[in-house]
């Protein structure tokens, strides 16, 4: 009963309850990420700008051209937004809050898209093409 101490604990739990926060903290001050993992992402996008160029090289057009490029384009967004601005690492709150409004503008833009070609459509079909 001696070892009690105002607020019932004994000197041996006061003592571990001190020393704890200090070494989360010291933990959580610094941390560093293999350099093989910014090699193997540097890697990756080299090999991605490498297909973007290849679909210009061999030519191709039309819808096929344009999604490979988007595709290319967002897989290389989304290496540097997850690994270079250390988006991987984050709390899911402020992930939610950086990389849902782009996803939410996709849809809007995909939405207008398809209104307009209804759009189109309907003045086509009742005022005729034209002059």
């Given at each position: 009963?001696?070892?009690a101490t105002?607020?019932?604990l004994?000197?041996?739990?006061?003592?571990?309850a001190?020393?704890?926060?200090?070494?989360?903290?010291?933990?959580?001050?610094?941390?560093?990420?293999?350099?093989?993992?910014?090699?193997?992402?540097?890697?990756w996008?080299f090999?991605?700008?490498?297909?973007?160029?290849?679909?210009?090289?061999f030519?191709l057009?039309?819808?096929?051209?344009?999604?490979?490029?988007?595709?290319f384009?967002?897989l290389?967004?989304g290496?540097?937004?997850?690994v270079?601005?250390?988006?991987?690492?984050?709390r899911l709150?402020?992930a939610?809050?950086?990389i849902?409004p782009p996803i939410?503008?996709l849809?809007?833009?995909?939405?207008?898209?398809?209104e307009?070609?209804?759009?189109?459509f309907?003045?086509?079909?009742f005022?005729?093409?034209g002059?």
């Amino acid at each position: 009963m001696a070892e009690a101490t105002a607020n019932g604990l004994g000197q041996h739990a006061l003592h571990a309850a001190h020393e704890a926060p200090a070494a989360v903290a010291h933990a959580d001050a610094h941390q560093e990420h293999p350099i093989k993992l910014y090699l193997v992402v540097w890697a990756w996008l080299f090999i991605l700008s490498t297909c973007s160029y290849l679909v210009d090289y061999f030519g191709l057009h039309g819808y096929l051209r344009w999604s490979l490029i988007l595709i290319f384009m967002i897989l290389k967004a989304g290496l540097i937004v997850a690994v270079f601005m250390h988006m991987a690492w984050e709390r899911l709150a402020l992930a939610y809050a950086i990389i849902l409004p782009p996803i939410l503008v996709l849809v809007f833009v995909t939405m207008m898209v398809l209104e307009a070609d209804y759009t189109l459509f309907t003045r086509l079909t009742f005022f005729g093409s034209g002059p």
